[in-house]
């Protein structure tokens, strides 16, 4: 491939277009840097040839622009110019809000490891009046619940199945992992492809900036999609309330790695697809009143799971195989969801779904104390709040088949001490948010008991 990128030298990022071919279900995703190449992400939901009346077009369409704005992020951040432009539609003031919200938060970490400052240099140019509101399309009761292949998403597909939702199970993507577990759920499946634009990559060699991006931003837009291609009413998330705060960087203040996971960005996406696809469409995070802990207690129910989960995000490259055996151990997810766990199961059972002792290893000292906020900050990852990793710890410490693992003893021994001891309980953390989610109401009521459970 023979283009040159000088992300110095760039000037604009332009939305060019998107086109779908509802026979073929492939969506198309276009975009340029000033009058350089275009970039062409592609979108394909299986289920084709698509039979949409007026109103489910206008609904796909909307869907469809809300997808291409959403996953530009992916290549804006290769040179991130204060320019942007959008050519094929016009968008409203509430909709480049929605954006900015969106591309400034989501790339908080990108621009904090670049040492660059995104903070009022990202505008989405606004020329077009609000809409009166989308209509109900009168879709059909069905849940698509997104899976990746780790505990969260599990544990929301086995609630629906005990409240008696009828869902899809549905991923993105080329995962063996995602797709073994899917199949392992019994349960229908709905496998969507995406292919980022290969030039990003050529790009990524010749030094453009490189990053974090808001990918559970990206995943969400094309469920919406999806569900209006299919005429379904739900998409589900498993975004836990943990995944709202950061990691406190001195100097800089919060930034959080996964923003398109918390609670802000769920609150305005769904907003905007009530307002502008569809009235009756619900996008929510089932997961969204529980903390990490509360989640990992849930998954410890069954053991269905066990041989084919993983939480460990080194399983899912988009380039080259990179086979970690499902856990690598030494990432801070590893590290975390072993530690979660660990109060809720018994002992020989995580060891045997890790292949080993992660509590009971002193070379991974460094990792557990970024988990646990001492001397360190909380990693960059997907892994629960500072004070959920000392809860568990603190939990283990008082249990006779734990507290003399290494990592445990050290933690009790010269942690533990510096820590008010009204902190460390357990049961605060495992109960259930009433308020900050927005799982359908009618849901809701059941699935509380159940979570309680
Ligand atoms: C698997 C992974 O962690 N990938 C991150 C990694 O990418 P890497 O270069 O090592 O390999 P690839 O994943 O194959 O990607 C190649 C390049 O493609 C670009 N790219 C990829 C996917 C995409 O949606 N947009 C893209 O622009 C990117 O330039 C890649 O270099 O490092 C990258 C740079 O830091 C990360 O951007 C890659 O992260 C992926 C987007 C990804 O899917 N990560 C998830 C595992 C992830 O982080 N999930 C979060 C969810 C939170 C959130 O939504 O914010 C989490 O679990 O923490
Ligand atoms: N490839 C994918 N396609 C669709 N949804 C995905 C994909 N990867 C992750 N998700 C969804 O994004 C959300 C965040 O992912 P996350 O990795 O935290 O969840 P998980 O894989 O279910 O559990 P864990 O936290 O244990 O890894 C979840 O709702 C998950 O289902």
């Known amino acids: 491939m023979s283009v040159v990128f000088d992300r110095n030298a760039v000037r604009s990022f332009r939305f060019i277009d998107c086109d779908l071919d509802a026979a073929t279900g492939v969506a198309r995703l276009r ?69 900015e919200d969106v591309y400034v938060h989501g790339l908080g970490e990108f621009a ?38 780790g505990k969260d998403s599990l544990v929301s597909i086995e609630a629906l199945r005990a409240l008696g939702i009828e869902q899809t199970v549905s991923w993105i993507g080329g995962s063996q992992l995602i797709r073994v577990c899917a199949e392992r759920t019994g349960l229908p499946t709905l ?65 959080n790695h996964q923003w398109s996971k918390g609670w802000a960005f769920e609150k305005a996406f ?17 997961l969204r009143p529980l903390s990490e ?14 041989a084919h989960f993983s939480s460990c995000n080194r399983n899912f490259h988009l380039l080259g195989e990179r086979p970690v055996n499902r856990w690598c151990g030494i990432c801070p997810k590893c590290h975390f969801v072993y530690l979660a766990l660990a109060p809720f199961m018994p002992k020989p ?12 290893d002193p070379a991974q000292v460094p990792g557990y104390d970024a988990l646990l906020e001492y001397q360190d900050h909380k990693p960059f990852e997907c892994v629960g709040e500072g004070r959920e990793s000392r809860v568990a710890m603190a939990a283990l410490a008082k249990r006779p088949e734990w507290r003399e693992d290494a990592i445990v003893a050290r933690f009790a021994r010269e942690i533990a001490p510096q820590l008010d001891a009204s902190e460390l309980d357990v049961a605060g953390l495992l109960a259930v948010e009433e308020d900050a989610h927005r799982i359908p109401h009618a849901l809701w009521e059941r699935l509380r008991a159940h979570l309680a459970a």
């Open 31 to 99: 975009y340029a840097f000033d009058d350089g190449p275009e970039l062409i992400e592609t979108v394909t939901v299986p289920g084709a040839p698509f039979e949409l009346d007026a109103a489910r077009l206008g609904a796909a369409t909307q869907a469809l622009r809300l997808l291409h704005l959403i996953a530009g992020v992916s290549y804006y951040k290769a040179a991130a110019p204060t320019d942007i432009r959008i050519e094929g539609y016009a968008i409203d003031a509430k909709t480049a809000a929605l954006l």
């Open 112 to 149: 904090y490891r670049n040492g660059l400052d995104l903070h009022g240099k990202i505008r989405f140019p606004h020329d077009a009046t609000a809409t009166a509101g989308a209509p109900a399309l009168d879709l059909r009761t069905h849940a698509l619940v997104a899976i990746g292949g």
């Open 191 to 255: 496998n969507i492809g995406r292919q980022i634009a290969p030039e990003l990559f050529e790009y990524n060699r010749q030094g453009a900036w490189n990053g974090h991006i808001p990918v559970t931003a990206i995943n969400s837009a094309i469920l919406v999609l999806a569900a209006v291609l299919h005429g379904v009413d739900q998409v589900v998330f498993s975004n836990e309330r943990s995944a709202s705060y950061g990691s406190m960087i001195p100097g800089t203040g919060e930034v």
């Open 270 to 286: 769904v907003d905007h697809v009530q307002a502008r696809v569809a009235a009756d469409l619900h996008y929510y995070s089932l």
């Open 293 to 306: 802990l509360a989640v990992a207690r849930q998954f410890a129910k069954t053991d269905r799971y066990d």
């Open 349 to 360: 059972r995580l060891v045997s779904i890790f292949g080993r002792n992660l509590l009971d």
